[in-house]
């Protein structure tokens, strides 16, 4: 089982939609998650963070289930701009470095 | 815009050569980690350097090795070339010695590396 496993994607949905990415992670001692957004051809971006509690920020809200090791992402009334890769990253616990998914490809039709 | 800079930003080498890949990290930040992407993947970590040591290693060949100087700059150096090296390098500074976490790791624009 690999240690980040994303939807496959592609999602190609309406401007306005409402998308879910999906993430599910192997390593119980994970301690940090993330969900980062990739523009085409550009750097990863910190999107957000992701807390026990769940957060928002705007149009996207974050989940996370330690039980299930499942992470999603909500992006609610999508933008053309919302047209990119997200990438769910986990932090493997103590002190191990960042573990990417391969991450969900999202483009936003007019 | 993250402070991070990276060269060159593209670059076409043969099997078999050698490369250096630089980065120059943000003010501040004594600590470095490299990730490679090929294409249709996720980042993967190479390794990450914190005052000048390797303090953390990913699953890659010896042939990777890094340096990272005292004024916190930092090199790739990757040996006898492969196709599969193709990919995107990232490079990635932040500020403590931990390996770092996703809320504090700011990205270079990357390198893009063809190897034919």
């Known amino acids: 089982r690999k240690e980040v496993e994303q939807d496959p994607g592609p999602f190609n949905v309406p401007e306005g939609a409402t998308v879910a990415f999906n993430c599910t992670y192997s390593n119980s001692a994970s301690q940090s998650f993330f969900w980062y957004r990739q523009d085409c051809r550009k750097e990863p971006k910190l999107l957000m963070s992701?807390?026990?509690s769940g957060n928002e920020d705007g149009r996207f809200t974050a989940q996370l289930n330690r039980a299930s090791q499942y992470i999603s992402l909500l992006i609610r009334d999508s933008k053309l701009s919302d047209s990119a890769t997200y990438l769910c990253v986990v932090n493997g616990g103590g002190n191990t470095p960042l573990v990417f998914g391969k991450g969900t490809r999202l483009s936003v039709i007019a | 815009e993250t402070g991070v800079t990276q060269s060159p930003t593209h670059l076409i080498k043969t099997r078999g050569q050698q490369v250096t890949l630089r980065c120059s990290s943000q003010s501040g930040h004594n600590t470095v980690s490299w990730y490679q992407q090929a294409l249709g993947q996720g980042p993967q970590f190479i390794f990450q350097?914190?005052?000048?040591?390797?303090?953390g290693r990913g699953n890659f060949p010896p042939r990777f090795s890094g340096l990272q100087f005292p004024n916190y700059s930092s090199e790739l150096n990757v040996n006898a070339l492969e196709l599969d090296d193709s990919a995107l390098y990232l490079c990635?500074?932040?500020?403590?010695?931990?390996?770092?976490?996703?809320?504090?790791?700011?990205f270079g624009e990357g390198s893009w590396l063809t190897v034919v």
């Open positions: 992701v807390y026990s």
């Open positions: 350097y914190y005052r000048e040591e390797e303090n």
């Open positions: 990635a500074s932040s500020a403590g010695g931990g390996l770092v976490s996703g809320n504090t790791i700011y």
